[in-house]
């Protein structure tokens, strides 16, 4: 099995492994006296990592060195059911001793095409740049079972490549807006993980990794880091045809 592909028993061990990952890099950057920026997803599989971060490392990451920010954010208020911040902040944001000041959020209120950059401009002024572009420590990404991964979907491709590092899209069946991170700016980030679980999530999956059969027509095909294939943290179920 490829050296970027890590596969685990269980979700809950999947995404310790996942919690010491982001220990690792954030004491990393904290000898350096750097801070730790970080993009987050949402969706439903980080909430068993969020809930881990907060019952077992609230007190061994350096949060005070962490800072941030969101892969993507549906455009709804941070007190909607759906809104990847209120998630976060109900499962770790309230738990942990991160300081307001570095938290980046997408505002899911705002009007999308005047937030989308606002969220832009705020990355290049927050952020260390590469080759032009907002540099991420950790990209934290999760895949849904069409394929997409942030909030780029496979009828919108073009997001992969946009000159935009922020952008609004469109979720394909709930027509539901969404601010974004768009391609180039995910694959620029240090380090790219997929957290991914459950057998919805298999069969996609195997084409993706093994470059077969539709794996062109998916979103998360095209995601790797600044220096080679994205991290795939996996459980059994996920894996299971790989
Ligand atoms: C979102 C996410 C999205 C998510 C996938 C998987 O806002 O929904 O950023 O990209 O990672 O849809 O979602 P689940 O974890 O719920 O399967």
């Known amino acids: ?15 310790r492994a996942v919690a010491e990952l982001i220990l690792m890099k954030a004491k990393e950057k904290n000898k350096q006296s750097l801070p730790f920026n970080i993009a987050l997803s949402g969706g439903s599989t980080p909430k068993l990592l969020f809930s881990i971060l907060s019952k077992e490392y609230a007190d061994s990451i350096p949060w005070h060195f962490v800072r941030l920010f969101w892969v993507d954010e549906r455009c709804v208020a941070p007190t909607h059911a759906e809104s990847n911040f209120g998630m976060t902040y109900e499962n770790l944001l309230k738990n942990v001793p991160i300081q ?8 899911g209120e705002a009007d999308p095409e005047k937030e ?4 832009q401009t705020q990355l290049e002024t927050q952020l260390p740049a590469r080759n032009a ?6 990209v934290l990404l999760g895949m849904g079972d069409d394929g997409h991964t942030a909030s780029i979907f496979p009828d919108n491709m073009g997001l992969l490549h946009s000159d935009s590092t922020v ?15 768009t391609g180039n700016v995910i694959n620029q980030a240090e380090h ?4 991914i679980t459950g057998s919805s999530k298999s069969t996609v999956l195997k084409q993706i990794i093994q470059r077969k059969n539709k794996f062109s027509d998916f979103p998360a ?20 045809e790989l």
């Not at 572009?133 to 950790?138: E, I, M, S, Y």
């Open 100 to 107: 307001d000041a570095n938290i980046f959020r997408m505002l």
């Open 192 to 195: 790219v993980i997929f957290l």
């Open 116 to 119: 989308a950059k606002r969220y």
């Open 133 to 138: 572009l907002p540099l991420f420590d950790l």
């Open 1 to 15: 099995m490829n050296s970027n592909i890590h596969i685990f028993g269980t979700p809950e061990e999947t995404a």
């Open 167 to 181: 952008t609004v899209s469109v979720h394909p069946v709930s027509g539901q807006k969404r601010i974004t991170l």
């Open 221 to 240: 095909s095209y995601i790797q880091s600044h220096s080679g294939p994205a991290e795939f943290y996996l459980d059994q179920a996920a894996a299971a």
